[in-house]
C-alpha cells in the first residue's frame, strides 16, 4: 500500500480526464466509488487552462450511476473541509515528499505566453497538510471578476518525481465564479494538442493528537561565527506517533556552548523556536531539546562556532619590541625591515649595541606582527653601526599561536592546534603576507571555507585506509583549512611547515588503541581532493603530558590537515558513510496505518483502470531458475543421444 493510503484514511480513488477545447460546460470522463457526491462543473477561456468548481453533496440512501453529462461521478468524500489534491501522477504522491512546485514546470506543458504557469502561480502561501506547513507557489481563482482570497490552489511536485500536484482547499459556503454556491474551485493546465489525465484525492482535516512521541531539532544557519553575537535559530517540531504535529507542548531547551534563550518554549502549532548565540570561543554547540514532562522524548543538533585566525604583515614593522630569544633582551619602539636575507632594526644607539652584543650566529631575533611573529635565526653575528643593527639570515619563521576548538566530542576534549611556517632566508615576508587557519570537526563543515568537495575529502582518507567512508566518520577528531598568501612566492621558498595536534588522551587510547602507528596526519589538496603528504606517528612523534597526547609532524606546504586513526576493522561497500558525532539515541516517530471503517450499504469505490495494479512479473530470481533448467534440459537431451548412437554402434560392430 503506497505512502498516502497509509497516511489518509479517506480517499477519492477517482481520476479525471481533460479534454481540450473552450466553453462553459465541458463534459469530463471519471469513474470511482461513492458515499458523498462531488458536482462538478468546467469552464475555460484559454485552450491552455480548464476551470473546475463544485460542491460536496450527500448521497443518496440508493446510489446510482449519473449520466455520461455529468463532469464527474460520484466520489468518496466523507465531510466538508481538508483540501483536494490533484496530480498528473498515476501513482499516488507521498504527501511526506511533496516540495514547492517551480511554474517553470507547467510552462514545459503550456508554454510560457500570458497564460503561463509562471504568470499565474505567482503568489506564495502555505498550505497546512494535517499538522504540516507547505509553502508553494500560489493562484487564487476568480469570483465574481476579483480574486477570490479563500479558493487558492497551490502547485507542489514531489522530490524527484518531476509530477504535478495541485492542492486546493475544500471550503463551507463558498461562491464560486458564477456566483453559484460551491466548496472548492481550481484549474489546470492542459496541453490541447495531447490532452492531460489528472487523479483527485481528499486529504480531510484531522484533530490534531495532544500526545507527543517524537521530538526533532533543526539549527539555521548551520555554522556561525565564534564571535559572542551571531545567532542561529533552533527549530523544535513536536509529532506524535503517526507524524503529526502536536500543540501546546512545552519543550526545553539547553546547549553545552555559546547562550541559548529561552530555556523553556511551549509549541504552538507543533513548533518551538529559540535562539542560539555563539561563544567567542570556537567549537561545536551541542544543543539539546526534550519534552519537559518526558525528558526521555529528545533531539540534538550540532551548531559549529568557526573562527579563522590570520596571521599578517605588509611592508616594515614600526614602533615594536624585538626580543633575542633566551638572553632576556628585549627592545622597545624599533622599526624592522627584512628584505632579501637581511635583517635591519632601527632604535637608539645604545640599544643597537645591546642587540648586537646578544644577536650572535645562530640567535633568534623575534618581532611582532598582527596574529603572530616573525622569529629571525641569524647565519652570522649581528653588528651595529650607531643607532642601525643589521644581520644576514639563515631561516626566517611564521610563529602563530595554538588555535583551541571544543569539540563534541568528550573522548577528544579540546583539541587545540599550532601550525608554523619555515621560510628560507632570503625570504620577504612583509611583502602582502597573510596566513589564517580555521579548525572544523566535520567534513562537511568545511563548505562554510568554500572547499570545493569535502565529501571527496573523506573518501580520499577513507581510500587511504582501503574502507568505507563511514568507518572513519568518528575517527577524525579535528581538521585544520590553512591558506598562505605572499606576493610573488615561489614554492621553494616555504622549507617546511611544522604542526602540531594536542587532544585528549582517551581518543588516543580508544579511538587509536595506543598505538601510535594507528595515528596518520594527513595534508589533502582543497581543490582537488587529492592526498598530497601523509605522516605516520612514531613514539618520538608524540608526546604525553598528563592527560593529554601532542602530535608532531612537518609538511612541505599548505592545504587541508587532519589527522585521523586507523580504522580497527575492515567496513565492506562503499560511497557511504555519514557525517555525525556520536549521534545520540532518540525516540522516532512511526508511521501508523490509519483503516476507516465504510457503512454496510456502501459499495466500495471503484479505481479507476489508470489505476489497475499491473501483472506480476517474474523476478530475476525465477528467470535466472526457468533458464538453468531450460539449459540443463538441453545438456540431458544431448547426453541421451551420444549414449543412443555410441549404443547403435556397438549394436552394429
Same mark, same amino acid.
Given at each position: 500500500?503506497?505512502?498516502?493510503?497509509?497516511?489518509?484514511?479517506?480517499l477519492i480513488l477517482v481520476?479525471i480526464?481533460v479534454?481540450?477545447?473552450?466553453?462553459?460546460?465541458?463534459?469530463d470522463d471519471?469513474?470511482g466509488?461513492?458515499?458523498?457526491?462531488?458536482?462538478?462543473d468546467a469552464?475555460?477561456?484559454?485552450?491552455?487552462?480548464?476551470?473546475?468548481?463544485?460542491s460536496?453533496?450527500?448521497?443518496?440512501e440508493?446510489?446510482?450511476?449519473?449520466?455520461?453529462r455529468t463532469?464527474?461521478?460520484?466520489i468518496?468524500?466523507?465531510?466538508?473541509?481538508?483540501?483536494?489534491?490533484i496530480?498528473d501522477?498515476?501513482r499516488?504522491?507521498n504527501?511526506?515528499?511533496?516540495?514547492?512546485?517551480s511554474?517553470a514546470?507547467i510552462?514545459?506543458v503550456?508554454?510560457?505566453?500570458?497564460?503561463?504557469?509562471?504568470?499565474?502561480?505567482?503568489?506564495?502561501?502555505?498550505?497546512?497538510i494535517?499538522?504540516?506547513?507547505?509553502?508553494?507557489?500560489?493562484a487564487?481563482t476568480?469570483?465574481?471578476?476579483?480574486?477570490?482570497?479563500?479558493?487558492?490552489?497551490?502547485?507542489?511536485?514531489?522530490?524527484?518525481?518531476?509530477n504535478?500536484?495541485?492542492i486546493?482547499?475544500?471550503?463551507?459556503?463558498?461562491?464560486?465564479?458564477?456566483a453559484?454556491?460551491c466548496n472548492?474551485?481550481?484549474?489546470?493546465?492542459?496541453?490541447?494538442?495531447?490532452?492531460?489525465?489528472?487523479?483527485?484525492?481528499? #486529504?480531510?482535516?484531522?484533530?490534531?493528537?495532544? &500526545?507527543?512521541f517524537?521530538?526533532?531539532l +533543526? %539549527?539555521?544557519? =548551520? !555554522?556561525?561565527? @565564534?564571535d559572542?553575537?551571531?545567532?542561529?535559530?533552533?527549530t523544535?517540531?513536536v509529532?506524535?506517533?503517526?507524524?503529526?504535529?502536536?500543540n501546546?507542548?512545552? #519543550?526545553?531547551?539547553s546547549?553545552?556552548?555559546g &547562550?541559548?534563550t529561552?530555556?523553556?518554549? +511551549? %509549541?504552538?502549532? =507543533? !513548533?518551538?523556536? @529559540?535562539?542560539?548565540?555563539s561563544?567567542?570561543s570556537?567549537?561545536?554547540?551541542?544543543?539539546?531539546?526534550?519534552?519537559a514532562t518526558?525528558?526521555?522524548?529528545?533531539?540534538?543538533?550540532?551548531?559549529?562556532?568557526?573562527?579563522t585566525?590570520?596571521?599578517?604583515c605588509?611592508?616594515?614593522l614600526?614602533?615594536?619590541t624585538?626580543?633575542?630569544?633566551?638572553?632576556?633582551?628585549?627592545?622597545?619602539n624599533t622599526?624592522?625591515s627584512?628584505k632579501?636575507?637581511?635583517?635591519i632594526?632601527?632604535?637608539?644607539?645604545e640599544?643597537?649595541?645591546?642587540?648586537a652584543?646578544n644577536?650572535t650566529?645562530?640567535?633568534v631575533?623575534?618581532?611582532p606582527?598582527?596574529?603572530?611573529?616573525?622569529e629571525?635565526?641569524?647565519?652570522?653575528d649581528?653588528?651595529?653601526v650607531?643607532?642601525?643593527?643589521s644581520?644576514?639570515?639563515s631561516?626566517?619563521q611564521?610563529?602563530?599561536?595554538p588555535?583551541?576548538?571544543?569539540?563534541?566530542?568528550?573522548?577528544?576534549?579540546?583539541?587545540?592546534?599550532?601550525?608554523?611556517?619555515?621560510?628560507?632566508?632570503?625570504?620577504?615576508p612583509c611583502r602582502?603576507?597573510?596566513?589564517?587557519?580555521?579548525?572544523v570537526?566535520?567534513?562537511?563543515?568545511?563548505?562554510?571555507?568554500?572547499?570545493?568537495?569535502?565529501y571527496r575529502l573523506?573518501?580520499t582518507?577513507?581510500?587511504?585506509?582501503g574502507?568505507?567512508?563511514?568507518?572513519?566518520?568518528?575517527n577524525t577528531?579535528i581538521?585544520?583549512?590553512a591558506?598562505?598568501?605572499v606576493?610573488?612566492l615561489?614554492?621553494?621558498?616555504?622549507?617546511?611547515?611544522?604542526i602540531?595536534?594536542?587532544?585528549?588522551?582517551?581518543?588516543?587510547d580508544?579511538v587509536?588503541?595506543?598505538?601510535?602507528?594507528?595515528?596518520?596526519?594527513?595534508?589533502i589538496?582543497?581543490t582537488?581532493g587529492?592526498?598530497?603528504?601523509?605522516?605516520t606517528m612514531?613514539?618520538?612523534?608524540?608526546?604525553?603530558?598528563?592527560d593529554q597526547?601532542?602530535?608532531?609532524?612537518?609538511?612541505?606546504?599548505?592545504?587541508?590537515?587532519?589527522?585521523?586513526?586507523?580504522?580497527?576493522t575492515?567496513?565492506?561497500?562503499g560511497?557511504g558513510?555519514g557525517?555525525?558525532?556520536?549521534?545520540?539515541?532518540?525516540?522516532?516517530?512511526?508511521?501508523t496505518?490509519?483503516?476507516?471503517?465504510?457503512?454496510?450499504?456502501t459499495?466500495?469505490?471503484?479505481v479507476?483502470?489508470?489505476?489497475?495494479?499491473?501483472?506480476k512479473?517474474p523476478?530475476?530470481?525465477?528467470?535466472?531458475?526457468?533458464?538453468?533448467?531450460?539449459?540443463?534440459?538441453?545438456a540431458?537431451?544431448?547426453?541421451?543421444i551420444?549414449?543412443l548412437?555410441?549404443?547403435?554402434?556397438?549394436?552394429?560392430?
Amino acid at each position: 500500500m503506497s505512502a498516502i493510503k497509509n497516511a489518509i484514511p479517506v480517499l477519492i480513488l477517482v481520476f479525471i480526464i481533460v479534454a481540450s477545447g473552450g466553453g462553459c460546460a465541458q463534459s469530463d470522463d471519471a469513474r470511482g466509488g461513492y458515499i458523498l457526491i462531488i458536482d462538478l462543473d468546467a469552464s475555460s477561456s484559454t485552450d491552455y487552462w480548464l476551470g473546475y468548481y463544485g460542491s460536496v453533496i450527500p448521497a443518496s440512501e440508493n446510489p446510482h450511476y449519473l449520466d455520461n453529462r455529468t463532469r464527474i461521478q460520484e466520489i468518496n468524500i466523507s465531510w466538508v473541509g481538508g483540501c483536494l489534491l490533484i496530480t498528473d501522477s498515476q501513482r499516488i504522491p507521498n504527501i511526506g515528499h511533496l516540495t514547492a512546485g517551480s511554474p517553470a514546470m507547467i510552462d514545459t506543458v503550456i508554454g510560457t505566453g500570458y497564460d503561463s504557469g509562471s504568470m499565474t502561480f505567482k503568489a506564495t502561501e502555505n498550505y497546512r497538510i494535517y499538522d504540516r506547513f507547505l509553502p508553494a507557489p500560489t493562484a487564487y481563482t476568480f469570483v465574481n471578476c476579483s480574486e477570490s482570497k479563500y479558493f487558492k490552489e497551490g502547485f507542489f511536485t514531489e522530490q524527484g518525481e518531476g509530477n504535478l500536484v495541485f492542492i486546493v482547499p475544500v471550503v463551507e459556503n463558498g461562491t464560486c465564479y458564477n456566483a453559484m454556491p460551491c466548496n472548492f474551485q481550481f484549474i489546470l493546465p492542459n496541453d490541447p494538442a495531447s490532452p492531460m489525465r489528472y487523479w483527485i484525492y481528499h #486529504i480531510p482535516t484531522i484533530p490534531p493528537v495532544t &500526545e507527543p512521541f517524537a521530538i526533532s531539532l +533543526t %539549527a539555521l544557519p =548551520g !555554522i556561525i561565527k @565564534a564571535d559572542g553575537i551571531e545567532t542561529s535559530t533552533i527549530t523544535a517540531i513536536v509529532t506524535d506517533k503517526s507524524g503529526r504535529m502536536v500543540n501546546w507542548t512545552e #519543550i526545553t531547551f539547553s546547549t553545552a556552548l555559546g &547562550e541559548i534563550t529561552p530555556h523553556i518554549a +511551549t %509549541a504552538k502549532d =507543533g !513548533i518551538a523556536n @529559540a535562539t542560539l548565540t555563539s561563544s567567542t570561543s570556537p567549537g561545536t554547540a551541542v544543543v539539546k531539546s526534550a519534552i519537559a514532562t518526558r525528558t526521555t522524548i529528545y533531539d540534538i543538533v550540532y551548531v559549529p562556532f568557526i573562527r579563522t585566525a590570520e596571521a599578517r604583515c605588509n611592508g616594515t614593522l614600526e614602533d615594536v619590541t624585538v626580543t633575542v630569544l633566551t638572553t632576556g633582551v628585549s627592545v622597545a619602539n624599533t622599526t624592522v625591515s627584512i628584505k632579501d636575507g637581511v635583517i635591519i632594526i632601527n632604535t637608539t644607539e645604545e640599544d643597537a649595541g645591546i642587540i648586537a652584543d646578544n644577536a650572535t650566529a645562530g640567535m633568534v631575533i623575534s618581532a611582532p606582527i598582527t596574529g603572530g611573529s616573525l622569529e629571525i635565526t641569524l647565519e652570522d653575528d649581528a653588528t651595529a653601526v650607531a643607532g642601525t643593527v643589521s644581520g644576514n639570515i639563515s631561516k626566517i619563521q611564521l610563529n602563530t599561536p595554538p588555535e583551541e576548538y571544543i569539540t563534541a566530542n568528550p573522548d577528544v576534549g579540546t583539541a587545540s592546534i599550532d601550525i608554523d611556517v619555515d621560510f628560507l632566508g632570503m625570504f620577504t615576508p612583509c611583502r602582502c603576507l597573510s596566513f589564517n587557519a580555521t579548525l572544523v570537526e566535520r567534513y562537511r563543515d568545511l563548505e562554510y571555507l568554500n572547499v570545493s568537495d569535502p565529501y571527496r575529502l573523506k573518501e580520499t582518507l577513507a581510500a587511504y585506509f582501503g574502507v568505507d567512508t563511514s568507518a572513519i566518520a568518528n575517527n577524525t577528531p579535528i581538521m585544520v583549512h590553512a591558506q598562505l598568501s605572499v606576493t610573488n612566492l615561489a614554492p621553494s621558498e616555504i622549507i617546511g611547515v611544522p604542526i602540531s595536534i594536542t587532544l585528549h588522551k582517551t581518543w588516543y587510547d580508544t579511538v587509536a588503541r595506543s598505538d601510535p602507528g594507528n595515528v596518520v596526519l594527513f595534508k589533502i589538496n582543497e581543490t582537488t581532493g587529492e592526498l598530497e603528504g601523509n605522516i605516520t606517528m612514531t613514539p618520538e612523534s608524540i608526546t604525553i603530558t598528563g592527560d593529554q597526547i601532542t602530535f608532531r609532524a612537518t609538511f612541505d606546504h599548505f592545504s587541508v590537515f587532519a589527522i585521523v586513526a586507523r580504522p580497527a576493522t575492515i567496513h565492506p561497500g562503499g560511497g557511504g558513510g555519514g557525517d555525525s558525532i556520536y549521534p545520540p539515541v532518540k525516540v522516532t516517530p512511526t508511521i501508523t496505518l490509519a483503516s476507516t471503517l465504510a457503512p454496510v450499504e456502501t459499495p466500495t469505490p471503484m479505481v479507476a483502470s489508470g489505476l489497475e495494479t499491473p501483472e506480476k512479473q517474474p523476478d530475476r530470481d525465477e528467470r535466472s531458475y526457468l533458464i538453468w533448467m531450460i539449459l540443463l534440459a538441453i545438456a540431458a537431451g544431448i547426453l541421451l543421444i551420444i549414449i543412443l548412437r555410441r549404443s547403435r554402434n556397438d549394436n552394429d560392430e
